[in-house]
């Protein structure tokens, strides 16, 4: 996750932290990271970017980032989902910036238009610093997609802003296809933009058991207790999204109360945050009709087509399967289908029960 301030903006990337997403982060020539931030950089200079991570990438991001300050590569002791995080940055940025607007970025997204990116980006900051506005930006929805959540919208503001009504975490089938249908759902894609001060007053109302932790963690920021305090209080955080955490329940106070609002972000987005849309991403520029995309040493394919496969230290041959979904780390091996590639959470989930935090 990038995040970003200053008395401007602050922008606050967020890396994945499972292990499968961390190849997504780093995959290209250009890491996915560098182009997130790059893509921000027009709009606040690097030394504004904080970003929160885990220990297994931070050295990489490190070397490829060099030009953002290292105390601002925020590595976490132990992974806590997105509000706990979010909810740091706000509290530092509160003591070190008050007056900052913030913003967050997935590392996982590709822009198509990133000069248009930026022109909505700019309209996003001037609206999140008038009154309490929280700023949603929404996607335009091409198929009822069921990997993705979704934004209920009720009134326009304009053509291209319209007030949230209600957020909906990843739907059935069913569900995907009446939001495809209704013409007024957007999808969530996960970038916010909002002021230090209004996301801090939000974190304290919704977010009211951790935030004292997340709040006395920034309390220490640049004294010799600063480490000692993040390792002890910021496992105590609930471990929990900052969609559930605080953008659900401000919903809740409806359309009118909630200063939720949508902004149109027609700029070629594509979330590559699950198997399925890394391998669409790769598909479209492929001719041929098998249509496999795989990383590995070598790779040979009878019967078999659509997979997306990634063993990059390993001869792969796939026989007579098609649609599946093969991920090699160091110490694991995912295999599913690209249907259910978005149920890999469950897997965390799983490991995180057992206790198995080495393999998330």
Known sequence: MILAGGSGTRFWPRSRRRRAKQVLALEGSRTMIQKTVERLLPLSEAAAFWIITNEFVTDAIRSQLPAIPVQQIVVEPEPRNTAPAIGLAAFLLEKLDPQSIIGMFPADHVIGDEKKFQQVMQRAIEIAGQAENIVVMGIEP????????????????????????????????????????????????GMFIWSTRTLCKALREHFSES?????????????????????????????????????????????????????????????????????????????????NVVDGKDFYALN????????????????????????????????TTREHSQDVGKVVKYLTDKKMTDLV
């Open 142 to 189: 091409s198929r009822a997609e069921t990997g993705y959540g979704y934004i209920e919208t009720g009134d326009k503001l304009d053509s291209q802003l319209v007030r949230v009504m209600r957020f909906t975490e990843k739907p059935n089938q069913q569900r995907a296809d009446q939001f495809f249908a209704a013409g007024n759902y957007f999808w969530n894609s």
């Open 211 to 291: 935030s004292p932790y997340l709040e006395e963690i920034a309390a220490a920021w640049g004294t010799t207790e600063f480490a000692a305090k993040f390792t002890s209080l910021y496992p105590r955080c609930e471990n929990i999204s900052i969609d559930f955490a605080v953008l659900e329940p401000r919903s809740a106070k409806g359309q009118h109360s909630s200063n939720l609002l949508c902004l149109r972000a027609d700029f070629g987005w594509n979330d590559l945050g699950s198997w399925a849309a890394l391998y669409d991403h790769h598909a479209v520029r492929l001719t041929d009709r098998i249509r």
């Open 304 to 335: 078999s087509a659509g997979n997306y496969i990634y063993a990059p230290e390993k001869f792969v041959a796939a026989v007579g399967v098609n649609n599946l979904v093969v991920v090699e780390t160091e110490d694991a091996i995912l295999i």
